[in-house]
């Protein structure tokens, strides 16, 4: 937690250095998103499991360094996870994390964007479930706390202020301690511009 804690303070401080020192802050803006997650696990040899559906939503901040960048701060709720499914049973692994996306935008138009940067994500809640031919079970197993990794992404951002996006994350970080399984999500966003 206290990792967690270190790193919020040095990525807000950074966005509001960059804000007062580069950035005019009247070109700055506010706004929700949510939308659709395809979430599953990779491990080290590239394989990846069946794909957990779920949602993500919260809000984010950005702020023009000029007519063609941006830099956008989020913190979002995502459920994430995979499944794994045969002919004798099928598991699923919830995981849902606070993530924290600090993302560069490049406009090559004003209303178009392509973008990329690192994310960190914290664990908040995990729950394990198992259904075979002779029921059901459930148990938890505690995920490392932290994650973190890389997106890109692109988007569209239109004059009345609605944004529609894509984004795919790369996990860099372990899942578990003892294992090489790393995530991956696809994130489909609508978003309001306040």
Do not use: C
């Amino acid at each position: 937690m206290r990792t967690l804690v270190i790193i919020i303070a040095f990525v807000s401080t950074l966005t509001i250095n960059a804000q007062s020192s580069k950035i005019d802050k009247s070109n700055s803006s506010f706004g929700l998103k949510g939308g659709y997650n395809l979430a599953s696990v990779r491990n080290s040899e590239g394989n990846e499991t069946d794909q957990r559906e779920g949602f993500h939503v919260g809000f984010f901040g950005e702020s023009s360094i000029n007519n063609f960048l941006g830099l956008q701060i989020e913190l979002t709720y995502s459920q994430q996870g995979y499944v794994i499914e045969n002919s004798n049973f099928k598991l699923t692994q919830k995981i849902d994390y606070l993530n924290i996306p600090l993302m560069l935008k490049l406009y090559p138009t004003k209303t178009f964007y392509l973008e990329a940067g690192p994310q960190i994500g914290y664990a908040i809640s995990h729950k394990e479930n198992i259904d075979t031919f002779l029921g059901g079970s459930n148990s938890n197993f505690d995920p490392n706390s932290l994650d973190w990794g890389a997106n890109v992404g692109l988007g569209f951002k239109s004059e009345t202020g609605i944004v529609l996006g894509a984004r795919f994350h790369h996990g860099l970080g372990k899942i578990y301690e003892e294992t090489n399984e790393f995530n991956n999500v696809l994130q489909l966003s609508l978003g309001f511009i306040f």
